[in-house]
């Protein structure tokens, strides 16, 4: 926590985003306490999209309205001021005081820091592939067609010896594998310097 200056008035909060220009990056406990509860990643995301500052009392709406699962114009009088009144309280002041948000609790305004972007990462879920990986059943594609010719070789249907079969086999993994590893880039290797 930000300790009061000298230059501050009696029971006046310092700022915390003047204070803190000159700390270091918050901790990963830092961050994790900061973002265990769900209204104070949902004054985040709120904030995120915001352009400037915004009235606390749209803030604690739409964080009541999320929280509910309905419109800012369905929500009980008692539903905003359970949020407001938490918001005003507890989760400004300590998004405040660790820099996070500008927190004006006298004119009721709320505003994102700079060092708000340090939380997105851990705000945003993580990105999921566009896609299934293809190369397993590409693998497994492999190894049906290599054991069908393998038993028609086995069969006698087809007139190969079982020597050349399995060049052919190793063959075909050796194309798969190198495909697999050219897509992924793995034959890039960084040199040192």
């Known amino acids: ?29 830092e961050i994790y306490h900061l973002l265990q509860t769900q209204r104070r990643r949902d004054v985040l995301r709120y904030l995120r999209t915001a352009d400037d500052r915004v009235r606390l009392r749209d803030l604690a709406e739409q964080v009541a309205a999320w929280e509910q699962e309905t419109t800012v114009d369905n929500l009980t009088s008692d539903e905003r001021q359970r ?10 002041p300590k998004l405040d ?7 004006d609790k006298d004119r009721g305004w709320v505003e994102p820091t700079p060092h708000a972007k340090q939380l997105r990462p851990y705000l945003e879920p993580p990105s999921q592939p566009a896609s299934p990986p293809r190369w397993p059943r590409r693998y497994a594609g492999t190894i049906v067609c290599c054991g069908l010719g393998l038993a028609a070789v086995t069969a006698d249907i087809v007139p190969i010896t079982g020597l050349v079969a399995a060049w052919i086999i190793l063959v075909a993994f050796a194309i798969v594998t190198s495909a697999h590893a ?6 890039d290797l960084e040199l040192p310097n």
Do not use: C, K
Not at 83 to 92: A, E, F, G, P
């Open 1 to 29: 926590m930000i300790g009061r200056s000298r230059t501050d008035a009696v029971g006046e909060s310092p700022r915390a985003s003047e204070s803190i220009e000159n700390s270091a990056d918050l901790s990963l406990d």
């Open 182 to 187: 050219w897509s992924t880039d793995a034959f």
């Open 97 to 103: 005081n660790h820099g996070i948000v500008d927190y």
């Open 83 to 92: 949020v407001y009144i938490s918001l005003y309280q507890s989760h400004l």
